[in-house]
């Protein structure tokens, strides 16, 4: 016999109890972690209210957690499993490197055989430079651009997210007047011009008017991987206004790479852009990242290059740059995408996904609606509570503050009723699917769905 669900008195959420009864382990961790590291957790994006789950293990597009607990996931390794959680082939190749070796403090083989899998899909990788992270990437690849071009400072677009470095830290989720965000000098925000995405007229008076920007960078698609998406009009107005005016453009493909196609948003796209930023998914699930691009830009990274154009070289250490064990995971997951048509089992995964769950919201009465492309899925919360249709609503069609707008309660208790119902979903209540994911999953996540939908009813949310 099922013990009934008592509501707990402090918060009177009848989802909150049962997501605190279903996952005691998780809340015991968690108590621990408030102790150890801010807000308890090591990313920003963990951060659930009354506590996120503790995982011990996953496989495939499932993981357990610390109770028991199985969930279809969704969040993805934050975009990084496309191949789904332990592929065989990849964790074969961290096994065989890292019996050999965590840290040469030397260049090793699997470094070549890396850039050469990157540029293997991605054409305009003339050069490669590895990193650690996504986020000094981007730092990189904005260096390049302010050193080739001897301007500086950069056009970037409000939503988008470059990482958490200095010149990233304001108009992503907040600060889009572009006034610095704790700890950023005003003088690095000075130098950041931001636009309106699908705005080709603002960026084009942008560029007329101010001589100094160096770089135009972009989440390809649109802001976390579409939420905010991108006109593809747009996109290719890009490359045609930094060309005639001397800028160098940036695709920011450290989500999009090698999900949105398999050479990435530009394959898709057609477009070839003058810097690119990789990781996720370039490492295999690792840590790993890097930048890529047109030779004569990454020469300033080249000590002869250097020299003999008479410059000074860019300095760049990073002790774990090409680590071996990343290089042998982002190999086999590169070589498994460039071979097999994992993009394309992803993609219709998800759209079958997208169409159950907004099947879900229609026979529901919600007026909400789940939209997105290839792989990927955001939930769009109608925070002005317009008369729309969930299998015909349109984001453009949507603004940019509606795109955005993210109630904190609503999101939190839909996020928790999905975890008691074994979905895991990523803070904007969306996600991304991976060639692993079944019909099963989808059919398990949209009944899920559904009595999510169901219990935010009965607490008076929808």
């Known amino acids: 016999m099922c013990s009934a669900v008592v509501e707990d008195p402090r918060i ?6 049962a997501y605190r009864q279903k996952t005691p382990g998780s809340a015991d961790l968690a108590q621990q972690a408030l102790e150890l590291l801010p807000s308890g957790i090591a990313h920003d994006a963990r951060n659930v209210d009354p506590y996120g789950i503790y995982v011990a293990r996953a496989k495939g597009p499932h993981k357990w957690d610390v109770d028991g607990n199985k969930y279809v996931d969704y969040f993805g390794g934050h975009g990084a499993l496309i191949l789904g959680h332990g592929n065989p082939v990849v964790a074969a190749a961290i096994a065989e490197a890292a019996a050999d070796g965590s840290q040469f403090g ?3 083989p699997r470094e070549i055989g890396w850039a ?8 305009s990788a003339e050069r490669v430079r590895f990193t650690s992270s996504g986020t000094e990437a981007t730092l990189m690849g904005v260096r390049l651009a302010r050193a080739f071009t001897g ?9 988008h997210f470059h990482g958490w470095h200095d010149h990233m830290a304001a108009g992503y989720s907040n600060h889009f007047d572009g006034t610095p965000t704790p700890g950023v000098i005003q003088g690095i925000a000075d130098k950041t011009v931001l636009c309106m995405p699908n705005d080709t007229a603002g ?11 160096a770089v135009v960078l972009l989440e390809p698609t649109g802001s976390s991987f579409g939420q905010l998406p991108l006109r593809d009009e747009f996109v290719h107005a890009l490359r045609e206004l930094t060309t005639k005016h001397g800028v160098l453009l940036m695709f920011d493909e450290v989500v999009t790479g090698f999900r ?7 394959m898709h796209y057609g477009i070839r852009p003058d810097l690119s930023s990789f990781a996720k998914i370039v490492a295999g699930g690792m840590p790993g990242a890097a930048i890529a691009g047109r030779k004569d830009i990454l020469d300033l990274l080249d000590f002869k290059a250097s020299a003999a154009a008479g410059r000074e070289k860019i300095g760049h250490p990073g002790t774990f740059n090409a680590n071996p064990i990343s290089a042998a995971a982002g190999i086999a997951a590169l070589t498994i995408i460039a071979e097999t048509d994992i993009n394309g089992q992803a993609n219709a995964t998800c759209g079958a996904l997208r169409d159950g769950l907004n099947g879900v919201l229609s026979d529901e009465g919600v007026r909400w609606a789940v939209y997105g492309t290839t792989s990927g899925f955001h939930l769009f919360l109608n925070p002005n509570n317009r008369d729309i249709s969930a299998k015909t609503f349109d984001p453009f069609d949507a603004s940019f503050d509606e795109l955005k707008s993210s109630p904190t309660k609503v999101v939190n208790r839909m996020r928790l009723a999905m975890l008691v119902n074994g979905v895991d979903l990523n803070p904007r209540l969306g996600g991304f699917t991976s ?21 935010l009813k009965a607490e008076g949310e929808l």
Do not use: W, Y
């Open 260 to 266: 949105t196609s398999k050479g990435g948003a530009q």
């Open 106 to 108: 030397s260049s090793h």
């Open 151 to 159: 301007k500086n400072s950069i056009l970037r677009f409000k939503g």
């Open 116 to 123: 050469k899998a990157i540029q293997r899909l991605i054409p």
């Open 435 to 455: 060639c692993t994911h079944t019909a099963q999953d989808v059919t398990d996540t949209v009944v899920a769905f559904r009595e999510s939908i169901r219990m």
């Open 203 to 213: 960026v084009a008076a942008a560029l007329e008017s101010n001589k100094d920007i």
């Open 12 to 17: 009177n959420s009848r989802i909150v109890t």
